[in-house]
């Protein structure tokens, strides 16, 4: 996990608003954060860099995708 002043990519906030799932530049790893700022987990397994990260709608999945590969994560 990266903390303030660290490039972001990408991010977004789970349906409850209480996560925010986070894609750093130039990274194959992603963030989740608790909604204190606080990292709670990283999703690491792609390949290459992710692009893009998003919940599910219903919060149960994060989803991360890089130019290759998309993967749900429980």
Same mark, same amino acid.
């Given at each position: 996990?990266?903390?303030?002043? +660290?490039?972001?990519?990408? #991010?977004?906030? #789970?349906?409850?608003? =209480?996560?925010?799932?986070? /894609?750093? =530049?130039?990274?194959? =790893?992603?963030?989740? *954060?608790? #909604?204190?700022?606080?990292?709670? +987990?990283?999703?690491? #397994? +792609?390949?290459?860099?992710?692009? @893009?990260? =998003?919940? @599910?709608?219903?919060?149960? +999945?994060? /989803?991360?995708?890089?130019?290759?590969?998309?993967?749900? *994560?429980?």
């Amino acid at each position: 996990a990266q903390g303030p002043g +660290h490039s972001y990519l990408n #991010g977004s906030y #789970g349906p409850d608003g =209480a996560r925010l799932v986070t /894609v750093s =530049a130039f990274s194959s =790893a992603a963030t989740i *954060w608790d #909604g204190k700022g606080n990292p709670v +987990h990283v999703l690491d #397994g +792609h390949p290459d860099d992710i692009r @893009s990260a =998003a919940f @599910s709608p219903t919060g149960a +999945h994060a /989803v991360t995708a890089s130019e290759r590969l998309v993967r749900v *994560w429980d």
